[in-house]
């Protein structure tokens, strides 16, 4: 069985691939700092897969404690390396704690994957990389514009990195994933998405406000060049997206890469609209949605999707998942931790 670390593997996408790396076999060491995660949600995994991974409580900022990790388990095949800060607002706010979070932790890992005789990384990256994409769908080959945030900036930063150091170790295997919009929950509802605070994505704003915890959804935008107007996305069912990583993780251990430093778009290739996403919560959920139309969000894109044919090629992945399906899980997971 080989062992892999998930860092911030209680978080929303952490801990759904922490679940399929379990059913395809691998023996899981979650690192988290719980800084935006709970101890609990091992107990959701433990529901689903009936095996607890091992878990560290650890600041990945604390290159001490990270060497230590290392030395302890020594016998690790692979990272596929969440743990980071994901907050664009934030991001503006205090740049250098994101810099800090996003990219020291980043170089510390791969300080300690460079030592070992072969490592396999999987990296977190976001389709914010693109900015506003000339062509739709967007390519993996589409040029990386100026990052719109710090936090936008720290991905791009952190593919750079990454392709610099797996130039000259040749024992160092990574792929960077371009996600979309990851959205929904696992079916059992026992893992899902825990923003703190006020979410700032739509999909758990919208979940929230139909459980009478927001008052009313603002639709940032309607006079947008789109067909009605508001802004369009790749909204990605969070178990498809965990799946990816399990088969982007293998074509690496098997050594089917073409390159020791590859790029995945991960979407559904298909757009939808804000107003299509509210419309097929309020046919899934029976519930009629709150919401006004508002001025534009600063910094949102009009439209992002991915073209999804490297992924299915190099891959053999596509997605099985709806956002029907996306949107009726979130609802029955949103419903459960709120006791509605
Ligand atoms: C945002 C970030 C992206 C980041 C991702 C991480 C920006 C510009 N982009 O993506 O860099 O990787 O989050 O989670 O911040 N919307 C509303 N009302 C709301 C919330 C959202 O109308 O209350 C709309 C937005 O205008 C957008 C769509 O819903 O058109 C999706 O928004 P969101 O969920 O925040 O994702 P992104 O903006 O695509």
């Not at 998930?6 to 719980?34: K, R």
């Not at 030395?71 to 907050?87: E, M, P, T, Y």
């Not at 757009?271 to 919560?281: Q, R, T």
């Amino acid at each position: 069985m080989d062992k892999i670390l998930v860092t911030g593997g209680l978080g929303f996408i952490g801990s759904h691939t922490v679940v399929e790396l379990q059913e395809a076999g691998f023996e899981v060491v979650i690192i988290d700092d719980l800084s935006n995660s709970s101890e609990n949600v091992l107990d959701g995994i433990t529901a689903i897969t009936g095996k607890t991974p091992i878990f560290e409580k650890i600041d990945l900022k604390e290159k001490q404690l990270v060497e230590d990790f290392f030395k302890r388990h020594n016998d690790l095949k692979g990272v596929i390396h969440f743990a980071a800060s994901k907050a664009v607002g934030e991001s503006v706010e205090k740049p250098l704690l994101y810099y800090e979070n996003n990219i020291s932790t980043l170089v510390y890992i791969l300080k300690e994957l460079k030592n070992l005789p072969e490592a396999s990384f999987i990296f977190s990256s976001s389709c914010t990389v693109y900015g506003q994409a000339d062509k739709m769908p967007i390519t993996e080959n589409a040029p990386v514009k100026p990052a719109e945030s710090p936090y936008g900036n720290t991905k791009q930063i952190g593919e750079e990195i990454i392709k610099d150091i797996c130039k000259i170790t040749p024992n160092l295997k990574a792929i960077a994933l371009r996600y979309f919009n990851p959205v929904g929950a696992h079916k059992s509802i026992e893992i899902g998405e825990l923003p703190i605070g006020v979410p700032q994505n739509l999909v758990p704003f919208i979940t929230q406000t139909a459980a009478g915890i927001r008052e009313q959804l603002s639709v940032f935008g309607d006079d947008y060049p789109t067909p009605d107007g508001t802004c369009i996305r790749d909204y990605i069912h969070v178990v498809d997206l965990a799946k990816a990583h399990v088969i982007a993780l293998q074509r690496l251990l098997n050594g089917a890469n073409k390159d020791n430093y590859e790029t995945f778009n991960l979407g559904t290739g298909k757009g939808s609209s804000v107003l299509e996403v509210v419309n097929s919560f309020e046919k899934v959920s029976g519930e009629k949605l709150n919401y006004k139309i508002v001025g534009r969000r600063e910094g949102d894109v009009i439209s992002a999707y991915a073209d999804t044919k490297k992924a299915k090629e190099e891959l053999g992945w596509q997605t099985e998942l709806t956002l029907d399906d996306a949107m009726l899980s979130a609802w029955n997971w949103e419903k459960k931790v709120r006791g509605v």
